[in-house]
Structure formats: structure tokens, C-alpha cells
């Protein structure tokens, strides 16, 4: 079946920089979208980006010109950067994918999910 694993997360300190790293496998073919979310405690898991056939992107205003999603499509790999982080960016970071087109934000959108990887941003 189909499977996601995230790696890269950390704790740094604010201002400082990560990259995220979700490897993708089962796939038969290529899978038309994947995302990352994030999830702090108490908190509703929130989209972030998205991105199709190795370049059509979108993101969260709260993280455009800060955040990058980009994906080798050759080593199925999806990657986050993560720049100039804040503390309140400290949450655990999920990557999602769904066999259907980039429409929707939510989790129920994307059928597969990985086990997340924590970030945290403290001085």
C-alpha cells in the first residue's frame, strides 16, 4: 500500500532554517498531489502546501515567502523548507497524498498519510 515518511524535523532556534523530507512509496504511478499540514497540541491540523507533477504549487498565506515545497519526482521524494521559522511554527509536520488532482485543503482530501515529523522553535 501506499506509504509516507517524514524526516528532518528538529528544535532550533527562531530564525534558523529546516528541511523536510517525506519519501513516497506504493505508488503505481505517479500520485497527482501531495501536502504538508501541521498540527501543534490543542490545535485543528492546518494545510500548508501542495504540489503537483514536480512543480505546480500552492500555499497557506500564513507561510508563502517563507516555506517551499518542491518534489523529485525520480526518487519520489517531497520536500518542505522550512525558513526563517517562529515559534510559533513549532507543531508536528505531516506529509498527505491523494490519488486524485490538487482540490481540496483539508485532511479528508488526502487519503494517505505519513507519521509526522516535529519541529520545534525555541530559544
Known amino acids: 500500500q501506499v506509504q509516507l515518511v517524514e524526516s528532518g524535523g528538529g528544535s532550533v532556534q527562531p530564525g534558523e532554517s529546516l528541511r523536510l523530507s517525506c519519501v513516497v512509496s506504493?505508488?503505481?504511478?505517479?500520485?497527482?498531489?501531495t501536502a504538508w499540514f501541521r498540527q501543534a497540541p490543542g490545535k485543528e491540523r492546518e494545510w500548508l502546501a501542495h504540489?503537483?507533477?514536480?512543480?505546480?504549487?500552492d500555499y497557506a498565506e500564513s507561510v508563502k515567502g517563507r516555506f517551499t515545497i518542491s518534489e523529485d519526482i525520480a526518487k519520489s521524494i517531497v520536500y518542505l523548507q522550512v525558513n526563517s521559522l517562529k515559534p510559533e511554527d513549532t507543531a508536528m509536520y505531516f506529509c498527505?497524498?491523494?490519488?486524485?488532482?490538487?482540490?481540496?485543503?483539508?485532511?479528508?482530501?488526502?487519503?494517505?498519510w505519513g507519521q509526522g515529523t516535529q519541529v520545534t522553535v525555541s530559544s
Open positions: 498527505a497524498a491523494t490519488d486524485y488532482f490538487c482540490f481540496g485543503r483539508t485532511s479528508t482530501d488526502f487519503a494517505y
Open positions: 506504493g505508488y503505481r504511478y505517479i500520485r497527482p498531489c
Open positions: 504540489i503537483s507533477d514536480g512543480r505546480t504549487t
